[in-house]
């Protein structure tokens, strides 16, 4: 009998989704490695995946039992499940009798396991009656969500990690996955050395270790994205370097996208972006003579006031050149989190209803309100993450439920998220560790399994649907979400929650996509655990999933085509930059830290590669503000300030600086937390806040 028990089960950081077999051995000591038979990783694991294994092992910062206190002057004490879940229940029944359904609202996570997230979604959408349900994904991949929708007719992503191995020109755009996709970077890097021309083009204000491999650094102004892309279409259409039959037979609008890029010279491009024509010139070149052309973009293209536009404009590039369901080719957008994509699936965001069904259509809220058996569901989008907290601070939203996320270290303009909580009535966290700054204005917590101490699914960012195993029991009361959430509705008095298991759940979800352009009604629990994992759509129990979406050229828009989406504004619509606060700020993630480090804080390992937070200063603004590589500095901006160390650097062009996302209030309030400075204006069609540009000062402390 072998010394360990192995199971198979997914990473649970970026949107990779790599595969990892993690072994038990007798004594319950848990290893990890890459699964070599996974189709994303084959075996490899970054930094993060390798030490996973620590993160469910230390269980020092565990939420063991359920906490609650009687009021805000009283302390938490612990409780029993039934307790809590009374209690609770007893709250939100008082809350919404007295000020209606939307008084009450969830706040959940892309981290979230895809049954959890619906069960979420039903409980609140078709049972409490209010679509008051956001999550931190708004924060990651709503304008992606958006730019889809508009191009395609459907949130779809269209293609596949395959697709990398058979391209020749990669744009990577407002993305760093050297750090923050890492076993992607290493398959993009892998078939750059096999096939030395590929060429790469890497779109970034910042030098970032992505450029290493890159053969032309786009080192954009911020924000200025739409300029560089539509520079880039009018260099193509004025070359005759589009695929006129693709273009004619299968998209609309093209005239109008012409007229708009061509309404600027390259000159006037050039100078916008800051950069020059001939770069632009070049960039052109490398995507006209690519046979494969792949774009692949993060956060900055996603978090901007004017993101959307920037999808669209990217999205552009791919539709001109005809670029789009065939091999080794299309627009690819990267999620941050593990399953932000299983959670757009279920609806669970407060635009969305499950199955990606259309929560504006008549027809299909009654058919999810018939079919899950509950209440009408409400037409009236709920509040997404930032007007959720407004809400919270204006007394509009009463109670809040944070399931899986640290907002008061996340979402933008920190204190007044800060402000808000104190001003919610009612603060459920349901959480697996003590370490999240959000606890501190609980009235309720409510402690959680986590990786590798439940089962389920999630979705990665090429729609592979991936089974992850349960490993070990979670420590003390912990329970998982689904669980928690079934037994809350039960305590409120709904029917429909009857589950003994998470793969009830996912039986559900998958029954009610069938007929969907998600269709994965011919996938379960046992075709995941024997098969492995599948991209949607699976829609038949034979079926084996879809490797690449509209190779047959059909879009899902009403005209069967897809469509150039003109962008609106090409230049940024955030903050102007002033003479109090001369500096454009943009945050982003490091290597070896994920999120608001809960998890990843913890691993020693991990701490060797950066351990405090800092800001980036290019090496002249830094010089005129008498700022030397290692000093402490104040940094300001309209919302509050920072106290942090100084890295002098010549990456960032004068008059950007950056710092990392990862630091809360660990030495107190102003110290190294980014979301003091940011902003939280928002896209105006995704409502995804801009963390890429705010106006502030730096000085000497
Ligand atoms: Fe996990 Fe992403 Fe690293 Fe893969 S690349 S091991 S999914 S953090």
Redesign the pocket.
Known sequence: MSAFKTYKT?????????G?IAKKDRRGVITVE?DPDHP??RG???????N?HHVVQDKEDRILYPEMRWSKEHARERVSWDQALDRAAKVFNTIIKKHGPDSVGFYVSGQCLTEEYYLVNKLTKGFIGTNNLDTNSRLCMSSAVVGYKQAFGEDSVPISYDDIELADCFMIAGANPAWC????YRRIEARKEKNPSTKIIVVDPRKTQSCDIADLHLQILPGTDVALYNAIAKRLIDRKKIDKSFIHGHTDNFNALKESVCSFSLTEYAKICGITVAEIKKAASYISNAKGFITLWAMGLNQSSIGVNKNNALINLSLLTGHIGKPGSGPFSLTGQ?NAMGGREVGGMANLLAAHKDLANDHHRREVANFWGGKEISSKPGLTATEMFDALENGKLKAVWIICTNPLVSLPNANKVEKALKNAKFVVVQDISNRSETIEHADLVLPAAGWAEKEGTMT?SERRITYLDKVVDPPGEALPDVEILWRFARKMGYKGFDYNSAEEVYKEHCSLTKGTNIDISGLNYIRLKTEGSFQWPVPKNNHAGTERLFEDKKFYTDTGNAKFVVPKFIKPTSEICTEKYPLILTSGRIRDQ?HTRTKTGKVNRLLTHIRDPYIEVNQVDAFLRKLNDGDIAIVESKRGKVRVRVKVCDTLNKGVVFMPIHWGKVFGNDYGRVNNLTTNIVDPMSKEPDFKFSAVQVSKY
């Open positions: 997914t990473c649970s950081y970026c949107g990779v989704g790599c990892i890459g994303v990783n490899m694991l970054c930094s993060k995946g390798m996973l996709h890492p076993i992607l593990p990665n994920w």
